[in-house]
T-cell receptor, first 115, second 113 residues
């Protein structure tokens, strides 16, 4: 597609439920990222996929968070047993592999509210 | 590890004032440096970037110069507009083709008429 696409754009869920957030990166982009942005705060790195390498999961805040990526396409971020502190915008981004100076493109985010 | 530090906001300016938002970084090797902007209600978008020392990134009247000697990438604009009101994020990716993007905390800019 033309840009990074995320769904759902908005999600309200009850505490304790599981949620899945989806990201479709730009076609041909081998690197994909997930970030979290709480209201009024900066971006927290969550996880990074690059090609066939093992993902960098160093930013996942707890074992309730996991992410998968199918080949070089869609990624799903799963949050199990959601808590109120999980409320945030979850941003996905992608770039082509190679030079570290490549522009990284962001989706518009999935707004998650846990009530 | 790599990190980015940027000045705390909010920064409040009158229209046509000069803007500087400071950004310094810690990184091994030769990182690439970026400024991203987030306008109210919109997604994050790249404003400008520089990939090697002494490079100057520029876009929409904004400029930033990659200064390796001071490990800085300060954002400047000579005359701000109300439409520049947004949150600005300084960021870097490490050298060696590893593209993990590390952000500063963001600086909110409010420009008043």
């Amino acid at each position: 597609g033309a840009g990074v696409s995320q769904s759902p754009s908005n999600k309200v869920t009850e505490k304790g439920k599981d949620v899945e957030l989806r990201c479709d990166p730009i076609s041909g982009h081998t690197a994909l990222y997930w970030y979290r942005q709480r209201l009024g705060q900066g971006l927290e790195f969550l996880i990074y996929f690059q090609g066939n390498s093992a993902p960098d999961k160093s930013g996942l805040p707890s074992d309730r968070f996991s992410a998968e990526r199918t080949g070089e396409s869609v990624s799903t971020l799963t949050i199990q047993r959601t808590q109120q502190e999980d409320s945030a915008v979850y941003l996905c981004a992608s770039t082509s592999q190679g030079s570290s100076g490549n522009t990284i493109y962001f989706g518009e985010g999935s707004w998650l509210t846990v009530v | 590890g790599n990190s980015v530090t940027q000045m705390e906001g909010p920064v409040t300016l009158s229209e046509e004032a000069f803007l500087t938002i400071n950004c310094t970084y810690t990184a091994t090797g030769y990182p690439s440096l970026f400024w991203y902007v987030q306008y109210p209600g919109e997604g994050l978008q790249l404003l400008l970037k520089a990939t090697k020392a002494d490079d100057k990134g520029s876009n929409k009247g904004f400029e930033a110069t990659y200064r390796k000697e001071t490990t800085s990438f300060h954002l400047e604009k000579g005359s701000v507009q109300v439409s520049d009101s947004a949150v600005y994020f300084c960021a870097l990716t490490g050298s060696g083709g590893y593209n993990k993007l590390i952000f500063g905390a963001g600086t909110r800019l409010a420009v008043h008429p």
